[in-house]
């Protein structure tokens, strides 16, 4: 595992935690991990990585089945991973678009797959308060904002290509730069799609709440227990193993360091920044009441948030992908990131210009070889995976939860016709080659980047990049 195995004292343990990020800094509960697996054990499920894939799908099938005896398996404690510490948005995307679903399992899988994102930002609030977690849950919609004139035809589009696949005028719509103004003043904007489905989230409230709603549903969360490979109906760790009629790998951006999945999802660093609350000044220049999430139409984009406590988190692409998929803590600070996302953030509000950001952190998500997500079971092995959401997770995650309780309880249903079931992806190529492909990618989004501000046009080999690696 990648982070050191000598037991800190619960002091120690919570102050490393909260390093790891806002969310995680701000929570208002000890972080002191609970209890590890004390010894050998049998249950009828193993649950891999308490981050949102391994807390669904055990809330989802202690759901179905009180008596099911479920134990969860996590390396650090619950929310370590992505789900504790990423940009905040229950995003309604799916990383594969549309036509590539189509190509590969027909139209009416593509619509049906979107159609069951959209309906997911739902069940994340919808969960979220049935159980009682403060997760601060607001669904404000996603603006994506053309800031610069070469970014106006993609974004204008794109409305228009949602229509082709079903998507209602009352659920996408273009809107003129003095309708945007109304609901948030950003520098610049020359108009935005908005899109009525997503929503943010306090990331680590949820990832915190949920391993408290499993644990009140009679599964038992183990902690800074890593689990060191996954065999046959068994999750083997240093003090034993738990052995179960079905195992589930819900190790996302850590899964490179299970036996056998080395070359399975590629980890890419995702870094954010936030800013320390925000005056009342602020926000009467700026808006933002409805607490959109946004984005811009640049190739290596930003995405924001508001917070419930007003202040603003920006995340977005650009961290390197670091040689033999390798994850180390210090990946996830790199200065030349952080600094582009703070020029980013007082370019779109020169309000911000004074503003303090108190917060810079980072963390591994996992990207798939053909960037398409699968959750899967192979009843046969007794082992079911979900993952490779390429930082789209927030929902994706909660899909894969229910998902996997039908599958593993046996039960057809519309999820489990989804076109992600059993997708296999082919396994990464050996490096160099991987490093050299993926570092490719990131460079000629950049560049068309830079390009696209140079000549104000949109620049051809990103666009058909997309089509390729949708990064
Ligand atoms: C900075 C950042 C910003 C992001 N922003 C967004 C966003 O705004 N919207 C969105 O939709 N998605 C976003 N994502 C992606 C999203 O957070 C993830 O897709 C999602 O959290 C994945 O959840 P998970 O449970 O599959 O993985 P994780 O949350 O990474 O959980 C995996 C868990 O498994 C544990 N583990 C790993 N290996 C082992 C082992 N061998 N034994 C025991 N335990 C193990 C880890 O410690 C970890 O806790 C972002 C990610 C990052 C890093």
Known sequence: MTESRAAPSPTDADARYRRRGMWLDLLDEPLSPRPALPGPAAVDVVIVGAGYTGLWTAYYLAQADPHLRIAVLENEIAGFGASGRNAGWVSPWFPASLETIARARGRDKAVAMQRAMFDTVDEVGRVAAA???????????????????????????????YRCWGVGSDEIMWIDPAAVRERIVVAGCLGASYLTHCACIDPARLVRGLARVVEKLGAKVYERTPVLSIENGRAVTATGDVRAGVVVRATEGFTRELPGARRELVPVYSLAIATEPLPASFWSEVGWSGYETFTDGRHLYVC????????????????????????RAAYEQVPRVHAAQEAALKHLFPAARGVKVTHRWGGALGVPRDWFPSVGYDRARGYAWAGGYVGDGVAASNLAGRTLADLISGRESPLTALPWVDHRSRAWEPEPLRWIGVRGSLAVFASADRKERRTGKPARRAELMHRVLPL
């Open 304 to 327: 924001a948030m508001r917070t419930d406590d007003d202040r603003i988190v920006i995340g977005g692409r650009g961290a390197p992908y670091h040689f033999g998929s390798k994850v």
């Open 131 to 161: 159980e009682g977690i403060e997760a601060r849950y607001r669904k404000g919609g996603v603006l994506t904002l053309a800031t610069a004139p070469e970014q106006l035809a993609r974004v204008r589009k794109e409305p228009e290509h």
